[in-house]
């Protein structure tokens, strides 16, 4: 991680850092996520995934995060 990425990072909340590292750790094998999917994984709501998404997709974290479906969940397009 780059140091601008580090600092960046710093300006997260601790739920915002537990979902970047959970798509960094995945996005290198995967490429969509459902908000739904991710809140299971981080024992996190989806409204709670939504909500802190956009901090993720509005900043420079070293993913690109784009809001992707509105189907049972939102689905999110995440890559590296």
Not at 15 to 21: G, P, T
């Amino acid at each position: 991680m780059s140091t601008s990425a580090a600092t960046a990072t710093s300006t997260l909340t601790p739920k915002q850092e537990r979902i970047l590292a959970y798509l960094r750790e995945h996005a290198g094998t995967r490429t969509y996520f459902k908000s739904r999917l991710i809140g299971d994984a981080l024992d996190l709501s989806a409204k709670e995934v939504g909500t802190n998404m956009t901090a993720i997709q509005q900043g420079d974290y070293g993913v690109d995060v784009e809001k992707w479906g509105y189907s049972s969940a939102t689905t999110w397009k995440v890559s590296l």
